[in-house]
């Protein structure tokens, strides 16, 4: 096998990390018209809970669960607190409200566990490889695709299948009839900002294990989300995997041709693709 | 008061000069003051994106960061450059500004605001990944100042403090220029409305774009006095946190007065000195004024001056 085709494969599971977090951006987006900046400093909060939880008590899968759901609280305090008053705002003031936020929240987990970078170790049963052909695949990146891939098909049915999703769905296109109809919006809100944010939490807990803890990790995840949203659509599920996945083998990919530059690749690759087509992968009004 | 200075460019340049010559008195130290009034320039220059031309970037830091690696390379190449050095920096900065623009201005809203986010970080992993260029890591260092013919009559420090200075005043008075001229009503219009300004025959994407290469170029010019100041261009110079920072001046200062910039220069300036000295995590303190002022006082400290002073004025006609 060839090793360019290898590292294309790696970076798969990178690129679901990075789906699951835009994914988060795009519902909330898609539902609420809410451009939330503090969803980087929430992915980075998952990843200092996974690491907290999991060191205490020995369960990677409970840590896992716990960036979710701690994230998840952390996303609804602060939508009922401060964001839903910000609903009727410019697109502009929400962003600088959550840039606010992204301050409170990272040097809070500064505050707590400190600037240093911190490992997160995997769990010995996800630490080995599995050999494909010559080439040894990580377990661990074979988890993440396949949690991100279980994740991904989760949302899709609750958004496609459930009443929750009609509701939401519903809510997209006017909220005010949803509300006329006797469905209490805030609750569908709420939920979904949970949801949303929720992922974001999720997203930073899988990445964990991969690059370690760091308060840089939530400025590099928003960037990237914006990246991915920018290239695939925002409020959609297929735009974020197709971004996502993009993005994730691009840098899996340019790490092997250029170890300095695989960073500022997924920028190059951002900038070209807007070149030729300015409205993103799948155009938008 | 301020409404007296914003129409009057006699008094309006007179404020400009008071300014800069309270500050070395207030900070304490030309160099404290000349950081104001570097990051004042850059606030106002980000303020005809975000108050005039209703643009909110996240790529100020780059040009910022253009512009200091900008005056290191020439100076370090030509240290006779002199102050034509600057000149250099503001068209890197504008073209800079020119490529960022050509990519984002085609989107609107919250596209735009990501995609100049975007660019910025590729700024910024550029300036990382071309050491031989920029330094790396390290940055730019011993960038040698230029020669401006007042070094043997005042110390080195005051000359710089002096050439920031009278940049300062001629920077914000063209800015005050530029949304006073019939670009900066038309910038207005687009603003207001952006389908009427259309219709009503004005280039919007150009008029944007053109915006933005001058707040580009400006930035860049207040980068590259900051690099002069520190004798080096080091790598946070273009990164998020300077276009946040950058942005938050603006905010704080008001998005549609230019002075307020000095003045959210002066107030990020001051809680950075002060704040950081007391508590390291100084920084959540910023995040809570932030959405504060967004929240309560969306003109920035004058804004909220003004509106201050025009209910009182009512309650005291009731009275009357």
């Known amino acids: 096998m060839n090793i360019y085709l290898f590292q294309a494969l790696n970076g798969l599971g990178v690129g679901m990390v ?40 020995g369960s990677f899968l409970l840590g896992l669960a716990a960036s979710f759901a701690v994230v998840a ?41 400190g600037p240093e970078a911190q490992q997160v170790p995997m769990p010995d049963i996800l630490a080995g490889v599995l050999m494909l052909g010559a080439y ?15 994740v991904g098909l989760g949302l899709w049915f609750l958004f496609e299948r459930t009443l929750f999703g009609a509701r939401v769905r519903a809510g997209n296109e006017s909220s005010e009839m949803l509300n006329l109809l006797g469905i209490k919006v805030s609750r569908v809100y709420a939920l979904t900002f949970a949801l949303g944010t929720g992922l974001a939490g999720l997203a930073g807990g899988l990445a964990a294990p991969l690059r370690g803890a760091d308060p840089s990790m939530g400025a590099e995840a928003i960037v990237i989300a914006f990246v991915v949203v920018v290239l695939g659509g925002i409020g959609s599920f297929s735009g974020p995997l197709v971004g996502g996945l993009i993005i994730g083998v691009t840098q899996s990919m340019m790490s092997a041709i250029w170890p300095e530059g695989a960073r500022l690749a997924i920028f190059i690759v951002m900038a070209g693709i807007l070149l030729v087509m300015p409205k993103g992968l799948f155009g938008r009004a | ?69 900008a005056v290191g390379m020439v100076l370090k190449a030509a240290p006779g450059a002199g102050l034509a050095a600057l000149l250099v920096c503001v068209a890197a900065g504008m073209i800079v500004a020119l490529a960022i623009g050509m990519l984002s201005i085609r989107q609107r809203g919250i596209y735009f605001v990501m995609i100049t986010l975007a660019m910025a970080q590729l700024a ?31 110390g080195e420090g005051t000359v710089q403090y002096a050439l920031i ?16 001229s019939p670009f900066g009503r038309a910038l207005d219009a687009v603003r207001e409305n952006e389908v009427r300004a259309q219709t009503a025959g004005y280039d919007v994407q150009k008029l944007k774009l053109l915006a933005f290469c001058l707040s580009g170029g400006i930035t860049a010019l207040a980068g590259a006095l900051y690099a002069l100041q520190l004798r080096s261009a080091p790598l946070s110079n273009i990164d998020l946190m300077t276009s946040e920072t950058i942005l938050i001046m603006a905010i704080l200062g008001g998005r549609r007065s230019l002075l307020g910039a000095a003045f959210g220069a002066l107030a990020m300036t001051l809680m950075a000195e002060q704040l950081s000295h007391l508590w390291p995590r100084w920084q959540m303190i910023v995040g809570f004024v932030l959405i504060a002022v967004v929240l309560f006082a969306p003109n920035g400290l004058g804004g909220a001056w003004a509106h201050w002073r025009a209910r009182r004025s009512v309650r005291a006609g009731d009275h009357a």
């Open chain 1, 18 to 57: 990075y789906f699951l977090l835009s994914v988060g951006l795009s519902i909330i987006f898609g539902l609420l018209g809410f451009v939330n900046f503090a969803h980087g400093a929430l992915f980075l909060i998952g990843a200092y809970t996974a690491m907290f939880v999991t060191a205490q008590t």
């Open chain 1, 73 to 113: 609280v952390i996303g609804v305090v602060a939508e009922r607190w401060l964001l839903r008053r910000t609903y009727r705002m410019p697109h502009e003031s929400q962003i600088l409200i959550t840039v606010g936020l992204t301050f409170i929240l990272t040097e809070g987990v500064v505050m707590i566990f």
């Open chain 1, 136 to 150: 040894p695949v990580p377990i661990y990146r074979v988890f993440i695709f396949a949690v991100c891939a279980v």
């Open chain 2, 1 to 69: 008061m301020l409404e007296k200075i914003n129409h009057s460019s006699g008094l309006f340049s007179l404020a400009l000069v008071a300014f800069a010559l309270a500050m070395p008195l207030v900070m304490g130290s030309t160099a404290t003051a000349g950081v104001v009034l570097v990051f004042a320039i850059a606030a106002a220059a980000c303020n005809l994106l975000l108050g005039y031309a209703g643009l909110l970037s996240f790529a100020q830091g780059s040009f910022f960061g253009v512009g200091s690696y």
């Open chain 2, 124 to 154: 910024y992993f550029a300036a990382l990944s071309f050491p031989q260029l920029t330094g790396g890591e390290n940055g730019l260092l011993d960038i040698p100042r230029p020669i401006t013919g007042l070094e043997g009559i005042m």
């Open chain 2, 165 to 180: 200075a009278v940049v300062f005043v001629l920077a914000i008075a063209f800015l005050r220029l530029v949304v006073r």
